[in-house]
């Protein structure tokens, strides 16, 4: 009696072995030790290789095509190498939240897709996104950090400041860091019964 095991249900054995180990398969497929990252970092190429097995499997049961298989392998492997190189670069065990894109995925991120021929790095996209880089994984993903709520918050203090005209003249009528032409209105206090 012979026993056959798929190639695919063989490597996630295999990967499986590996990451019980300590190890994990690196982006050029070598295995690389873990402790070149900290905690985070690692938890989050963790999350990625769970991701590939799950686009793996899928791929065994045939509950997915071709194209669809590729495209996400390449955006995992986009993926990995954009985080080992924000670790590297920076030397902190942070993972931003990010997002990699192909040029006909833009409208799932933006409601005006803008063009990528006039990215620069680490520019600000939206209000919502840092532009960190176009890898190329077989196709051109466009990765992106989306900005925490505090970023967002900040930039959005720091664009209504630019907007905002501080009245340098005296009796011009404009309160300090109001618009001249720009009025407030104030409503009656509200009588609170003791």
Same mark, same amino acid.
């Given at each position: 009696?012979?026993?056959?095991? %798929?190639?695919?249900?063989?490597?996630?054995?295999?990967?499986?072995?590996?990451?019980?180990?300590?190890?994990?398969?690196?982006?050029? =497929?070598?295995? &690389?030790?873990?402790?070149?990252?900290?905690?985070?970092?690692?938890?989050?190429?963790?999350?990625?290789?769970?991701?590939? /097995?799950?686009?793996?499997?899928? &791929?065994?049961?045939?509950?997915?095509?071709?194209?669809?298989?590729?495209?996400? %392998?390449?955006?995992?492997?986009?993926?990995?190498?954009?985080?080992?190189?924000?670790?590297?670069?920076?030397?902190?065990?942070?993972?931003? /939240?990010?997002?990699?894109?192909?040029?006909?995925?833009?409208? $799932?991120?933006?409601?005006?897709?803008?063009?990528? $021929?006039?990215?620069?790095?680490?520019?600000?996209?939206?209000?919502?996104?840092?532009?960190? &880089?176009?890898?190329?994984?077989?196709?051109?993903?466009?990765?992106?950090?989306?900005?925490?709520?505090?970023?967002?918050?900040?930039?959005?203090?720091?664009?209504?400041?630019?907007?905002?005209?501080?009245?340098? =003249?005296?009796?011009?009528? &404009?309160?300090? =860091?109001?618009?001249? =032409?720009?009025?407030?209105?104030?409503?009656?206090?509200?009588?609170?019964?003791?």
């Amino acid at each position: 009696m012979t026993c056959r095991i %798929s190639l695919s249900r063989f490597f996630i054995s295999l990967s499986g072995v590996l990451l019980l180990s300590g190890t994990a398969i690196g982006q050029n =497929g070598t295995a &690389a030790s873990g402790s070149e990252f900290g905690p985070v970092v690692s938890a989050y190429l963790g999350y990625l290789s769970n991701e590939q /097995e799950v686009v793996d499997d899928r &791929a065994s049961r045939r509950e997915i095509t071709a194209l669809y298989y590729r495209r996400n %392998s390449n955006r995992i492997r986009a993926l990995r190498q954009m985080a080992i190189r924000l670790a590297r670069q920076s030397g902190n065990d942070y993972v931003p /939240e990010l997002e990699a894109v192909t040029l006909d995925e833009f409208g $799932t991120l933006f409601e005006k897709p803008p063009k990528p $021929t006039t990215f620069r790095a680490n520019e600000i996209i939206a209000n919502k996104f840092r532009f960190l &880089a176009a890898i190329h994984s077989a196709e051109v993903f466009y990765i992106f950090a989306r900005l925490d709520p505090y970023e967002q918050a900040e930039l959005m203090q720091r664009q209504k400041g630019d907007l905002v005209t501080v009245s340098t =003249g005296a009796g011009t009528g &404009a309160a300090s =860091g109001q618009g001249i =032409g720009q009025t407030t209105t104030t409503r009656p206090r509200r009588a609170a019964p003791k």
